[in-house]
Nanobody
């Protein structure tokens, strides 16, 4: 059974930091592209950061503030979020994706991040 379990969300003030973690199980973690998405109230889900092979990419809105990293031996992907802004408030979701003969696409349950003074 495939599972992605996020943790690390919470309420912080503008300018503070948080680190999100996502632990995967039930699939070959190292084979998958891992990504973080977020969805704010009333908005569509958006891609925040991704890790594919040895490459990473970021949404323009989080570049230089967020860092995605992964520890394949621990089946874990992280999102370090610095200099948080109120507009970063959203539910953050972990995604695992692998395209072979078919597309394998898995989601976590989400973790709430609220940035407010």
């Amino acid at each position: 059974q495939v599972q992605l379990v996020e943790s690390g969300g919470g309420l912080v003030q503008p300018g503070e930091s948080l680190r999100l973690s996502c632990v995967g199980s039930g699939f070959t973690f190292s084979r998958y592209a891992m990504a973080w998405y977020r969805q704010a109230p009333g908005k569509e889900r958006e891609l925040v950061a991704s890790s594919i092979g040895g490459s990473t990419s970021y949404a323009d809105s989080v570049k230089a503030r967020f860092t995605i990293s992964r520890a394949n031996a621990a089946n874990t992907v992280y999102l370090q979020m610095n200099s948080l802004k109120p507009e970063d408030t959203a539910v953050y979701y972990c995604n695992a994706r692998w395209a072979a003969l078919r597309v394998y696409d898995y989601w976590g349950q989400g973790t709430q991040v609220t940035v407010s003074s």
